[in-house]
């Protein structure tokens, strides 16, 4: 039943996917149009009632409905990040009685992450420095695409402070703090496996909570998953115009095709090398993760989703996936270390910075440190990208224009990064779970 359930989701997403794609490129099509021909107002008022970000103070006397339905779905999402994150860790660490084990499975989770961003790294820079050469990064910045500076930007080193929070009540009510919830999981649950037959109540609270969390999940997911990624796709395409993609095409482009090659070709080679398993199945099982990352462009709203086909049809032991993905959609995120790398190459390209191999090693040192601080929600990975440039030197007011183009266009390359960072959480407990043992492989091929 879980099997053809899952087939039955992962058909109506990659309808509604199709669905949105076709919406949103119509609704381009029709807004340069109308563009064009002096139908700004009539324009305005499409966008007004189905596409505008209602949160926005210019936006007070919008109706928003794609925008209002998109977002009741995520929250819907975010609203058990916290609960379930806590409760799986927690309960993996109780499961786990042999200390060995669970440090083995630490470095094995850690030692995965970091070899697949560094291959990530490597790629990137390749890419960025071939078409850095080719001269396809020297592209003209219209200044009215200008925007933020990006001031929202922190060190990111700051993640080591902020994984282990100084106030309880703060850490559970803050989704961008999921570092912090993990290593009070961790706490918790091995506080509880060393008092042992103590501590009953608190354990099965803990498994009654994590229960409603999966109920709620499958329930939200199954009945409005597909509903959702229609609405989402279709107000991304309608919300950007030919104009804004035009001056950095070649960014795109480069960008985009780094990304697709890494998920489908990268991911498959390092998971074959690595567990000797036959990577078809993963992708096969996993596409409807991809798609649904791609339409949410967050690893956290993607993380219910994800650990539900891990453990169901991949067979990664439950204790696997509950502590490798919370784990992965908070320090690994080899999708957002590839664009920020690209992005910053094709940033000091445009502003006449020299580019060497030599910076280009810089880039992807801080790429990796921040793309790990980044949190796992829409658009993060741009705004962390001003630390890098930052810290590289990169501040004439080219480099600032030519980062605020990057967060004028880079919603799309975004939601592709999301696809990418859930596929390497997927791929790490996959990896985890066969050299531990506690893989089934009858569920992995079937």
């Known amino acids: 039943m879980k099997k053809i359930n899952g087939k039955q989701l992962a058909k109506r997403m990659a309808i509604a996917m199709i669905l949105g794609l076709a919406a949103g490129f119509g ?258 099982k996993m596409a409807k993760v991809s798609l649904f990352g791609f339409s949410t462009s967050s690893s956290a709203a993607t993380l219910p989703l994800n650990e539900k086909t891990t453990v169901e049809e991949l067979g990664v032991s439950e204790e696997i996936a509950s502590f490798v993905l919370p784990l992965g959609m908070t320090i690994n995120m080899d999708g957002t270390a590839i664009m920020q790398v690209i992005a910053a190459i094709f940033i000091a390209a445009t502003a006449g910075y020299d580019v060497t191999i030599g910076n280009i090693a810089i880039i992807a040192t801080l790429a990796l440190v921040a793309s790990i601080g980044t949190p796992a929600a829409p658009g993060a990975g741009a705004v962390i990208l001003f630390t890098i440039l930052t810290g590289l030197g990169y501040t004439n007011d080219a480099a600032m224009l030519a980062y605020s183009l990057i967060l004028a266009i880079n919603r799309p390359i975004e939601m592709l990064v999301t696809s990418l960072n859930v596929i390497g959480d997927s791929s790490a407990s996959v990896y985890v779970a066969k050299s531990e043992g506690l893989l089934d492989e009858e569920t992995y091929h079937s």
């Not at 998109?70 to 786990?96: D, E, K, R, Y």
Request: hydrophobic share 55%; net charge neutral.
């Open 27 to 284: 609704c381009i099509v029709l807004r340069e149009y109308m563009l064009g021909n002096g139908y700004n107002e009539t324009w305005n008022t499409i966008n007004n009632l189905l596409f505008a970000d209602i949160s926005k103070e210019e936006n007070a006397n919008a109706v928003g409905i794609f925008y209002i339905l998109g977002q009741l779905f995520i929250n819907a999402l975010q609203l058990i990040i916290i609960p379930m994150v806590f409760t799986s860790i927690a309960l993996a660490m109780c499961h786990i009685s042999d200390t060995k084990k669970l440090g083995r499975i630490s470095y094995k989770t850690i030692g995965y992450f970091f070899l697949t961003s560094f291959i990530a790294l490597i790629v990137a820079g390749i890419v960025g420095f071939g078409v850095y050469h080719a001269g396809l990064f020297e592209v003209e910045i219209n200044s009215t695409l200008a925007g933020g500076t990006g001031s929202t930007a922190s060190n990111p080193l700051m993640v080591i402070l902020q994984a282990v929070p100084n106030n309880i009540a703060s850490a559970f009510t803050n989704n961008g703090g999921v570092l912090g919830i993990v290593f009070l999981a961790v706490c918790v649950g091995i506080c509880i496996n060393t008092l042992g037959e103590k501590i009953e109540v608190l354990k099965k609270l803990l498994q009654e909570v994590n229960d409603i969390v999966v109920v709620f999940l499958s329930f939200v997911i199954t009945k409005f998953g597909p509903m959702a990624i229609f609405f989402l796709l279709t107000r991304t395409f309608a919300i950007y115009g030919i104009d804004h993609l035009k001056p950095a095409a070649a960014y795109v482009i480069t960008t985009i095709l780094t990304l697709l090659l890494f998920l489908i070709v990268g991911y498959a080679l390092i998971l074959f090398v690595t567990t000797k398993l036959n990577p078809l199945p993963f992708l096969r």
